[in-house]
């Protein structure tokens, strides 16, 4: 009887998932915020789950059967400041059903830009799932706007905020059509704001 750990698919191999970089004073009007989750990166390939190093997730039945056939992009978490437990659960196994969720942001396999693919991974699931969610993106006025979610974010007490292009495809590697805006993005702007405000009382 083979009683090895099934083999990760190439993606994972050789790396290729998509990763989102740094703000760096990009207008965001128009761009699409989620919560950046403090969990641990997950790939579901239809049929297992992987972490982003290409780990073997002992999943529960209890989330296995909420999960559909197709690719997905997520994240294991267990709630705002349980990253402890969002790790214990992908290297142990150690999944708590009241606690744990797989959060989806994205469809890898299905056509379309960010929000059709979100379309896609949502009707493929049955209804009265409590284990595994997609993302619900908030489209913003402003960059101002973006600082507001991610000050009320931080407020209680999350990681911070993920920003993505509505037209962004997937594809691996880093992207800057996905953007990582967190409290040291918060920091930068406020100094900004400072330098601005003392070079007008120097002139």
């Known amino acids: 009887m083979n009683n090895l750990p099934p083999t990760p698919p190439i993606m994972m191999l050789k790396q290729t998932l998509m990763h989102g970089s740094d703000w760096q004073g990009e207008d965001l009007a128009g761009w699409l915020a989620t919560e950046k989750f403090d ?7 239809g049929k297992t789950m992987w972490s982003r190093s290409g780990r073997h997730i ?3 039945m209890w989330m296995v059967a909420e999960l559909p056939s197709i690719p997905l992009d997520g994240e294991i978490w267990a709630g705002r400041g349980r990253f402890t ?6 290297q142990y196994g150690q999944f708590d059903p009241a606690h744990h969720t797989f959060q989806i942001f ?4 299905a056509k379309g830009d960010w ?3 979100l379309l896609a991974a949502r ?3 049955e209804s009265g799932v409590k284990h595994v969610a997609v993302v619900k993106p908030v489209m913003l006025e402003s960059t101002e706007a973006a600082f507001e979610k991610l000050i009320s ?3 209680g007490f999350g990681e911070g905020l993920m920003l993505r292009h509505p037209r962004l495809p997937y594809r691996a ?4 059509q996905m953007l990582k805006f967190k409290q040291i993005a918060l920091q930068s702007y406020r100094q900004g704001w400072k330098d601005v405000i003392a070079e007008a009382k120097s002139q």
């Open 39 to 45: 969990g641990c990166r997950a790939w579901w390939d």
């Open 58 to 60: 002992a999943l529960p």
């Open 85 to 90: 437990l969002a790790r214990l659960a992908v």
């Open 106 to 109: 994205d469809a890898p396999a």
């Open 115 to 117: 929000l059709s693919r």
């Open 123 to 125: 009707a493929e699931l």
């Open 153 to 155: 974010v931080l407020r």
């Open 173 to 176: 590697g880093r992207t800057r």
